[in-house]
């Protein structure tokens, strides 16, 4: 909840900075934007009564300083050895990489995800929903003006759903579950920037909606654990029921609305000919899907201890009755859009 001035500033100038970097006619400009952004949402990071917040703010700072510097002075130096114009279209494959490397770093796709999971495991519930989602708009849409299917694209996207699958499977920290998610997720965002504006805009959409319901709630409970999301006692059992349905539907289970941007995206990397990158990624996120329902068969058939008396029991808020209703949208909500596409 905004109870500060000062925050509400920040998150102003933090969206302002995004608006300027994607609105842009040059890279100058769109750098000049990601700064802005930076140093909005590092004030909203440091938390005096946290250590962790401040060392996150410290390794996020850092990497987003190199990915800019990077960024800066390839765009200073195809200006000046290239004799190109200061646009965001730049027609060199070296300055290209070098370009996308930067804002690759920027959004912490794989291989340029070192920073992420750590990161996350030190922010709040709403500053890492933040930066999942919001501090990925700026760097996405400026990769979508320079992005061409190349080996270094393919190999992106690879790595991206490779490490997001995998990196996963031995945590049992929330957060960095949701950060290997991310990144997983990122591998197929970029495989959408290739096809069309629309498909990744309808994935990250889909995405920020699922990642909204399943932090609202774990913030609502105060879960930063499995082991608490496994034995914490809401008010009656369609709490749980929507933490671990929203779970499976951010993971992509067929009858959940996560599965709808994937299958669009798969039918269309299938018609236009990309049948290795397809089988790799459905693969990859089949691996995701694995340790999702790991979760919540274990959630859902085990029995658990559970206290009569918690203060999570205490915490109904409307973030949380908020959450419980997109819980139950994820649900159902692929059943519901197949019906609207049929009728329309």
Same mark, same amino acid.
């Given at each position: 909840m905004i109870n500060n001035p000062t925050k509400l500033l920040f998150i102003a100038t933090l969206m302002g900075g995004t608006v300027i970097s994607i609105s842009s006619n040059s890279w100058f400009g769109a750098w000049v934007g990601l700064e802005i952004n930076l140093l909005s949402f590092i004030p909203l990071l440091t938390?005096?009564?946290? %250590?962790?917040?401040? *060392?996150?703010? @410290?390794?996020?700072?850092?990497?987003? &300083?190199?990915?800019? &510097?990077v960024l800066l002075f390839t765009v200073i130096f195809s200006s000046l050895i290239f004799s190109f114009p200061n646009t965001l279209l730049t027609l060199n494959p070296f300055i290209n990489s070098l370009i996308n490397s930067s804002l690759l770093l920027k959004m912490g796709a794989a291989p340029f995800h070192f920073w992420f999971p750590g990161v996350m495991e030190g922010l709040t519930w709403m500053n890492g929903f933040i930066l999942m989602t919001w501090q990925k708009i700026g760097p996405l849409m400026l990769l979508?003006?320079?992005?061409? %299917?190349?080996?270094?694209?393919?190999?992106?996207?690879?790595? #991206?759903?490779?490490?997001?699958?995998?990196?996963?499977?031995?945590?049992?920290s929330l957060r960095k579950i949701l950060a290997y998610s991310s990144i997983n997720h990122l591998g197929w965002l970029i495989s959408a920037l290739m096809l069309g504006e629309n498909l990744w805009n309808i994935y990250f959409i889909t995405y920020s909606f699922l990642t909204a319901t399943i932090i609202f709630m774990l913030q609502s409970f105060g879960i930063s654990h499995l082991n608490q999301a496994f034995t914490f006692n809401p008010t009656g059992p369609i709490v749980k029921f929507a933490l671990f349905s929203s779970l499976l539907s951010l993971g992509g289970l067929p009858p959940f609305l996560g599965f709808l941007p994937k299958w669009i995206i798969i039918q269309n990397l299938t018609s236009s000919g990309m049948i290795f990158i397809v089988t790799v990624m459905v693969t990859m996120t089949l691996i995701t899907l694995f340790y999702y329902l790991r979760l919540?068969?274990? &959630?859902?058939?085990? #029995?658990?201890? *559970?206290?009569?008396? #918690? *203060? &999570?029991?205490?915490? %109904?808020? #409307?973030? @949380?009755? @908020?959450?419980?209703?997109?819980?139950?949208?994820?649900?159902?909500?692929?059943p519901i859009s197949s019906l609207i596409m049929h009728l329309i």
């Open positions: 938390n005096t009564s946290n %250590l962790m917040t401040t *060392e996150a703010s @410290l390794k996020y700072f850092l990497t987003q &300083a190199l990915a800019s &510097a979508s003006y320079n992005l061409s %299917l190349n080996i270094f694209t393919t190999l992106v996207i690879f790595m #991206s759903v490779v490490v997001g699958s995998i990196g996963g499977l031995n945590q049992s919540g068969f274990s &959630a859902f058939m085990l #029995s658990y201890p *559970e206290s009569l008396w #918690s *203060e &999570a029991s205490l915490k %109904l808020n #409307s973030p @949380l009755y @908020l959450s419980i209703i997109f819980g139950m949208i994820s649900t159902m909500g692929l």
